[in-house]
């Protein structure tokens, strides 16, 4: 893959003005976004359509859990959106259900494990006794079992996933920040480089670019460390 493939832009803004604002500036810059539940909850179905239709890829993000039947009906419609990824709670029953949805169809679906907003102290108040490191390599063993194509996880758990996943699934890692930036809410986050370098596939980067005055030139930079972590490899 190359920069572009790796790069998933975030959309995570209250509307489809100020969405489509970003694209548009954004232009042939990239071409991979990410339509979360502001979005999703403020039409950003329809826009995920749009972008599809334009030839876009969209990373669908409704980290799903339900009853095994609702899964798999939500799978079998959004297979049909035409997106090319969308998330599931890596508990082993929602997963199974995804797969069988998705089956011979070119929708990756990816695992979630554990929210890169969440530390430990974060997991123990949630009544985890695993350590987020332990809780993401047990998701990630579960993914794999369950025929996923990928998982979501802090960049700071890629390589370890790597080993257990092997080449073929995807690594989709958020909480990217570029050399100098805020982390926000993020607890776990890597610049770019490092991420690839661990083993991240694709990286989902959201405020550093859709809240930059020049949000193409913003774009461009992280492609370029981007490039830099592939040759690093």
């Known amino acids: 893959?190359?920069?572009r493939e790796r790069l998933i832009i975030g959309l995570d803004v209250p509307t489809i003005g100020e969405a489509e604002a970003v694209v548009s500036a954004i232009g042939n810059t990239a071409s991979f976004?990410?339509?979360?539940?502001?979005l999703v909850f403020a039409g950003g179905l329809e826009l995920a359509r749009d972008l599809v239709a334009?030839?876009?890829?969209?990373?669908?993000?409704?980290?799903?859990l339900d009853i095994d039947n609702t899964i798999f009906k939500g799978v079998e419609n959004i297979v049909k959106m035409?997106?090319?990824m969308t998330t599931v709670h890596a508990y082993p029953k929602a997963m199974k259900a995804a797969v069988e949805a998705a089956k011979g169809t070119d929708l990756c679906l990816l695992a979630v494990s554990v929210l890169t907003s969440m530390d430990n102290d974060d997991l123990r108040h949630a009544g985890y006794q695993s350590t987020t490191g332990?809780?993401?390599?047990k998701r990630a063993r579960q993914a794999f079992e369950a025929g996923m194509g990928g998982v979501v996880a802090s960049a700071h758990e890629a390589a370890v996933i790597r080993k257990?996943?092997?080449?073929e699934m995807a690594v989709v890692t958020p909480g990217i920040r570029p050399k100098g930036s805020a982390h926000g809410d993020q607890k776990r986050v890597m610049t770019p480089a490092e991420a690839i370098s661990a083993g991240a596939s694709h990286l989902v980067v959201a405020r550093p670019i859709v809240k930059a005055d020049d949000c193409k030139a913003a774009a461009a930079q992280i492609l370029n460390e981007i490039e830099n972590g592939t040759k690093g490899t």
């Open 134 to 137: 332990d809780l993401v390599m």
């Open 54 to 64: 334009d030839g876009n890829r969209v990373f669908l993000d409704m980290k799903l």
């Open 1 to 3: 893959m190359d920069a």
């Open 164 to 167: 257990i996943v092997g080449e």
């Open 82 to 84: 035409g997106v090319t």
């Open 33 to 38: 976004y990410k339509i979360g539940y502001q």
